[in-house]
C-alpha cells in the first residue's frame, strides 16, 4: 500500500509539473506574440537607422585614406581639423538659416493654401491634384529644371524679366542668379519651399479636416469675426498638425541635399553650402575629417529637434 501511495504521489507530481510547465510556455509564447509583428521593424530599424550612425561615430574617429582604407585611429584630431576649416562657422550658421527660412516660409503659404483649399469652389479636385506635381516629381529633377530656368542666357525666368523690363535692373543679360551669392541662395530657398509645399498643405488639409462644425457655428451665435475664428479656434486646434508638419520639414530640410547640389554644387565658394553639402565636399579629400562633420551634422539635428518640442509644447497635445 506505501508503494502504490509513493507511485501517486510521483505521477501526480509529474503531471502537476507538465501542467505548469505547459501554463508556463503558454504565458511566454503569448508574451512573444508581438515580436511577431514588430520584429520585422525592430530590425528594419536596427539596419537602417541604429547601425549607420554607429558606423558614422566610429569612423569619426578612425584614420580613413580617400580611397576608404582604415590606417588606425585618429582620436579627436578629425573634430579638431574639422572645427578649425575657415569655412565651418560660416557654413553651420548658413545651415540654421536655411532651415529656419525654408520651413517658416513652407508653414505659413501652407496655412494660406490650407485653407483655400479646404473651402469649396469650381476646380477645386484639379486644384488639389495639380497641388501635387511638385512633390510627386523628382526632387532632383525638379532642381534641375530650375537651374534651367535660370540659366543667364537661354533660361525661361530671364525671357521673362527681360519682357517685364527688369533684366537690365538685376544685372542685364549676364546676370547670373546662380553665380552670385546675394542671388543664389533666395532662389534655393525658394525652390526648397516649392518643394515643401504640397506634404505640409495636406497635412494641414487633413487637420483641418477633423475639426468639427459645429464649433464655427457656436463661434458665429457667438458674434466671432473669421480672424476671430481662424485665430481662437482653427489654429488652436490645428495645432498637432502643424507641429507634425513642421517637425518633419525641419528633419527634411535640414539633411537637404539634391536641391543645392543640383543647382550651384555650394558654390560660388561655400556662399550656398550647408552642412549636408559641406560633409559631402569633405568626403573627397578626408572621410574621416566627413564623419566627424556627419556626427555634429546628426547632433544638431537632434538639438533642432528637441528646441522645436521644447517650444511648441508637444507634451501638452499629447496629454
Known amino acids: 500500500m506505501q508503494q502504490i501511495s509513493t507511485l501517486k504521489r510521483v505521477v501526480r507530481g509529474f503531471i502537476l509539473k507538465r501542467v505548469v510547465r505547459g501554463f ?160 543664389a541662395m533666395p532662389w534655393l530657398i525658394a525652390v526648397a519651399v516649392f518643394v515643401s509645399l504640397p506634404f505640409t498643405t495636406y497635412a494641414l488639409l487633413a487637420g483641418l479636416a477633423t475639426i468639427p462644425a459645429d464649433v464655427y457655428e457656436a463661434a458665429r451665435m457667438d458674434g466671432a469675426g473669421r480672424l476671430r475664428t481662424y485665430w481662437s479656434i482653427t489654429l488652436p486646434m490645428l495645432r498637432p498638425a502643424l507641429t507634425v508638419a513642421t517637425l518633419i520639414n525641419v528633419m527634411n530640410v535640414f539633411n537637404s541635399f539634391p536641391i543645392i547640389w543640383a543647382m550651384t554644387h555650394g558654390q560660388p565658394g561655400y556662399s550656398t553650402a550647408t552642412s549636408t553639402i559641406f560633409m559631402y565636399i569633405l568626403k573627397g579629400s578626408d572621410i574621416g575629417e566627413s564623419a566627424a562633420m556627419s556626427v555634429v551634422n546628426f547632433g544638431m539635428v537632434i538639438v533642432l529637434v528637441a528646441i522645436f518640442l521644447k517650444v511648441s509644447k508637444w507634451k501638452t497635445e499629447v496629454s
Open 24 to 183: 508556463t510556455l503558454k504565458r511566454v509564447v503569448r508574451a512573444l506574440g508581438p515580436l511577431a509583428w514588430i520584429g520585422p521593424a525592430v530590425v528594419l530599424i536596427g539596419v537602417v537607422v541604429v547601425w549607420p550612425v554607429v558606423t558614422m561615430i566610429q569612423s569619426s574617429f578612425l584614420k580613413i585614406s580617400r580611397f576608404g582604407v582604415v590606417q588606425g585611429t585618429n582620436g579627436l584630431d578629425n573634430y579638431g581639423k574639422l572645427f578649425d576649416e575657415p569655412d565651418f562657422g560660416g557654413v553651420m550658421f548658413r545651415s540654421l538659416i536655411w532651415v529656419v527660412a525654408v520651413v517658416a516660409l513652407t508653414v505659413l503659404l501652407s496655412l494660406g493654401l490650407a485653407q483655400l483649399f479646404n473651402q469649396k469652389f469650381p476646380g477645386r479636385r484639379i486644384a488639389r491634384w495639380a497641388m501635387i506635381a511638385p512633390w510627386a516629381a523628382s526632387v532632383l529633377m525638379t532642381a534641375i529644371i530650375f537651374k534651367w530656368m535660370l540659366d543667364p542666357e537661354v533660361g525661361l525666368i530671364n525671357m521673362i524679366l527681360r519682357d517685364l523690363g527688369l533684366l537690365d535692373a538685376l544685372g542685364g543679360t549676364d546676370a547670373d542668379p546662380l553665380g552670385n551669392a546675394s542671388t
